[in-house]
């Protein structure tokens, strides 16, 4: 559960400035880094930095609208929306690092 405090934590800890848009980001609180962070399941350092790339790929890259048009081409292919949707995100992430 994400009370207050968490919140209060998670914006004076987590919150950092993107180099590219200067936007100040405040991650999502139900975001798996901020839970991870919570639970001491990492340090502050680390999950700035995964932020910080999560923020990057969906801001800055062709990332989520790449996912978006091969889940729409493999639900048209006749694939289970599940599968569609995890296999849209590997073979995305797949060529964003082929890129990087
Ligand atoms: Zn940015």
């Given amino acids: 559960m994400v009370n207050d405090y968490h919140r209060d934590i998670v914006k004076k800890e987590l919150s950092f400035r993107c180099p590219d848009c200067h936007m100040v980001i405040v991650p999502p609180f139900d975001s798996m880094t901020v839970r991870a962070y919570l639970n001491g399941m990492c340090t502050q350092e680390q999950a700035i930095e995964t932020l910080r790339r999560n923020h990057e790929r969906h801001v800055h890259t062709e990332y989520d609208e790449q996912r978006r048009r091969l ?18 995100k590997n ?10």
């Fill in 71 to 88: 889940y729409v081409r493999m639900r048209h292919e006749g694939i289970h929306p599940d599968d569609a949707r995890s296999r849209a």
């Fill in 91 to 100: 073979v995305a992430r797949q060529k964003l690092e082929e890129k990087t």
